[in-house]
RNA sequence: CGGGGUGUCGUAUAGUGGUAGUACGCUUGCUUUGGGAGCAUGUAGUCCCAGUUCGAUUCUGGGCACCCCGACCA
């Protein structure tokens, strides 16, 4: 992508109405726009984000033994009422419409029970089982008030899992099995040293559940971490003499310590609750009815974004990990270059890479750089007249601002 | 939802009951080009509706939006 025809600019003010370091250095730097409070677009640099968190997500899911599907925004009343969900005493977040003859829908903002109603066509015998469909969607709640920049919106992009088994003892494998998947999606995008599996309150489906916490001031959840080695955490609301009994934990009170943190994900148990509601049974090998055991996963995806820009970044601006950037190379050609840019620029292209290419021929090398820094793609390479001449280029770490002069040869090597 | 605050070019801001200013951006031209360069040039704005007034961006009322604190956050 050549900067001359990526339509975003950055910015040199932040915006005035936003605190949140995410929102300001994503706009500032032309990943987002803000379209209402709690309410982003993402442009094409945040998108490229968005899509790299996706597919890591993607891809752990699939390896579980996930099957991905698109539900639809639009919900029917009729389904949510099997389950005493859409009463707003039941569920007060809930943007909600009507069809132009007045009957009443719903806005996607979970979706278990369509999920359901959907799994009753599909599933009837305990050779259907266990499954595990999921998908990556817009979610809308109507927050009483949105904060936190991407972190906490009105709208915002998630991934759901569903897991359907026979029985509880199906079921917990799997839910174990979740716990290690999440922790891997979270290494992989670079959270894994800050994010604690912590235990937390189970909602009106089962006792407990386990929420992935990421330290960072910039959460709105407080943590207690019990251990460090097995990263395992107690959320504050849950921190009492019954948890710590119910799992076995003993504090060590020389290493206890709370901490702000971001909720990244989390996974429960859902049990019978709607199956039951809903009446989704398979026959299992005796030729007897059972109620299908669930449990639901989910992540944040444009949340995690969030979550990753407030944990990387320095006063020049982002400095994305490798494998959610949005780009592999900015790539930056300096006056009178023009011609060995382009051609580097193409050699890259062509190995693969994907190359944010500044092309700007009218712009002075302090925009460039300062530019550079703030989109914050991990590896710069710079085409500077004197160097070229020798035959050589410097690449630039973008956290440590290390620069290495080496020759154009051995460029695509050394990638 | 309770309390508080703010709305001025694309962005950040100043100011005023009587021609709305600055910086950045953007246009055009020239000079520049290794850390947000210089000179010149042009461009663009008072959230909406009503009231008071000879005259409202300014005052009053209503609306809408945004921000902050709290509550809420299957």
């Given at each position: 992508?050549r ?5 975003s600019k950055?910015r ?9 370091k995410?929102?300001?250095l994503?706009?500032?730097?032309g ?15 945040g998108?490229r ?6 597919n ?10 996930g099957?991905e599907?698109?539900?639809?925004v ?6 949510w009422?099997?389950?005493k ?7 007060d977040?809930?943007?909600?419409t009507?069809?132009k003859?007045n009957t ?8 278990e029970e369509p ?8 599933i009837?015998s305990y ?8 998908q990556?969607q ?6 009483l008030?949105?904060k ?8 915002f992009?998630?991934k ?5 088994s026979?029985?509880?003892?199906e079921?917990n ?12 999606i ?5 959270l ?15 006792k407990y559940?386990y929420?992935?916490?990421t330290?960072?001031d910039?959460?709105?959840d407080i943590i207690?971490?019990?251990d460090?080695e097995?990263k ?8 009492n003499?019954?948890t ?7 504090l ?11 909720e990244?994900?989390?996974i ?10 809903l ?5 299992n ?7 299908v ?13 969030g979550?990753i820009?407030e ?7 982002l400095v994305w990990?490798?494998e ?6 900015h790539?930056?050609s ?7 840019a382009?051609?580097i ?9 994907s ?5 700007r ?5 302090g925009?460039?750089?300062?530019d550079a820094?703030?989109i914050?793609?991990?590896k ?5 007249e ?10 630039k770490?973008?956290?440590t ?5 080496i020759?154009v ?7």
């Open positions: 992508m900067i001359t025809k990526l339509f950055t040199k003010d932040s915006p005035k109405d936003e605190t949140s995410n929102a300001q994503l706009i500032k730097s990943y987002i726009h803000k379209e209402l409070a709690g309410v982003y677009t993402y442009l094409p640099l998108l984000v968005i899509n790299k968190i996706s890591i997500i993607r891809e752990e899911m699939d390896n579980a033994g099957q599907i698109l539900m639809t639009l919900q029917d009343k009729n389904i009422e099997k389950s969900r859409w009463d707003d005493n039941a569920v977040d809930w943007f909600k009507r069809l003859n009443e829908l719903g806005l996607g903002f979970t979706h999920l359901v109603n959907l799994m009753k066509n599909h009837s050779k259907d089982l266990p499954i595990y469909p999921y990556i817009t979610k809308f709640r109507n927050e008030r949105a936190s920049g991407i972190m906490r919106g009105r709208e992009l998630m759901d899992m569903y897991s359907f026979k029985n509880k003892e079921h494998l799997f839910y174990e099995k979740m716990k290690e998947v999440y922790m891997s979270f290494n992989q995008l670079g894994g040293d800050k994010t604690y599996t912590t235990i937390s309150s189970g909602g009106s489906f089962s559940s929420e992935f916490q330290v960072s910039a959460g709105e207690y971490i019990i460090q097995k395992l955490a107690i959320n504050e609301d849950d921190f003499e019954e710590l009994k119910d799992f076995g934990l003993n060590n009170k020389e290493t206890l310590r709370s901490e702000k943190s971001i990244v994900g989390d429960y148990s859902l049990g019978y609750r709607y199956s039951k509601a009446n989704l049974k398979y026959t090998e005796k030729g007897l009815d059972e109620f055991y669930m449990g639901c996963y989910g992540i944040g995806i444009s949340r995690l974004m979550a820009v944990l990387n970044s320095d006063d020049k601006g990990p490798r959610v950037s949005p780009f592999d190379i790539l930056i300096l006056s009178k270059t023009e011609d060995y382009n051609k620029y193409d050699e890259l292209v062509k190995r693969g890479f190359v944010l290419f500044d092309d021929q009218d712009t002075t090398t925009v460039k750089f300062n820094d703030l914050g793609i991990p710069q390479i710079i085409i500077g004197k160097r070229i001449k020798n035959n050589e280029v410097e690449i770490d973008r956290k601002q290390e620069i290495k002069i020759s040869d051995s460029l695509y090597d050394l990638l």
